[in-house]
């Protein structure tokens, strides 16, 4: 049973830029979540994905878009890259309370 | 503002002895989790507590939650050099999944 998987695992870009991350949900899982990761701090919530609708969002600026699709995966588009927006970004999925983690993209904006 | 502390910051640990981190919030926590983290790599997920009074043990790792719901503790036991990492406590604040996370304790664990 594959757990959750993300593509890229690395990727820079530059400011201004435009970027979109992958996610797949572990398999029976309906709901995903995004968190972004800076150095030496802990996740920090994105936004969370149930029936391809954004049940839940955190405190990220509308440059931070995302989608789901039917068989539950998920997108997490950031626009106008800034530096700040460098950190390792993390997708979670559910079926009900429990999120597992999946390995991560590491972002560098230069 | 950071809603959940943990501490210590870091630690290490002699191979073989026990240790403990804290996690404590400032509001009544619906569901309590503890994951670690390899440096730059995803979250293992540990264990969940959600009853106040709640105690989980697995292997060598023990998570309490207080009668309060306020507080949770992580126990090591005669730790060993598989239990280096990062671990992090996260907590549903309103029952809708939205995880917030401490900053982490970061474990070393010498010979």
């Known amino acids: 049973d594959a757990g959750v998987t993300q593509s890229p695992t690395h990727l820079i870009k530059t400011r201004g830029q435009q970027v979109t991350l992958r996610c797949s949900p572990k398999s029976g899982h309906d709901t995903v979540s995004w968190y972004q990761q800076a150095l030496g701090q802990g996740p920090q919530f994105i936004f969370q994905?149930?029936?391809?609708?954004?049940?839940q969002r955190g405190n990220f600026p509308d440059r931070f878009s995302g989608h789901q699709f039917p068989n539950y995966s998920s997108e997490l588009n950031v626009n106008a890259l800034w530096l700040g927006d460098s950190a390792l970004y993390l997708c979670a999925s559910s079926l009900s309370n429990t999120q597992y983690f999946g390995p991560g993209t590491r972002l560098t904006v230069l | 503002s950071q809603e959940l502390e943990q501490s210590p910051q870091s630690l290490i640990v002699q191979e073989g002895k026990n240790l403990t981190i804290n996690c404590t919030s400032s509001?009544?926590?619906?569901?309590l989790y503890w994951y670690k983290q390899k440096y730059g790599e995803g979250l293992i997920f540990l264990m969940m507590?959600?009853?106040?009074?709640e105690e989980k043990s697995h292997e060598k790792i023990t998570a309490k939650l207080d009668e309060k719901k306020q507080q949770s503790s992580l126990h090591i036991t005669a730790s060993q050099p598989s239990h280096a990492g990062i671990y992090l406590c996260g907590a549903d604040m309103d029952s809708w999944g939205k995880l917030q996370f401490g900053a982490g304790t970061q474990v070393v664990v010498t010979p």
């Open positions: 994905y149930y029936e391809e609708e954004e049940r």
């Open positions: 507590l959600q009853k106040g009074g």
């Open positions: 509001k009544t926590l619906y569901g």
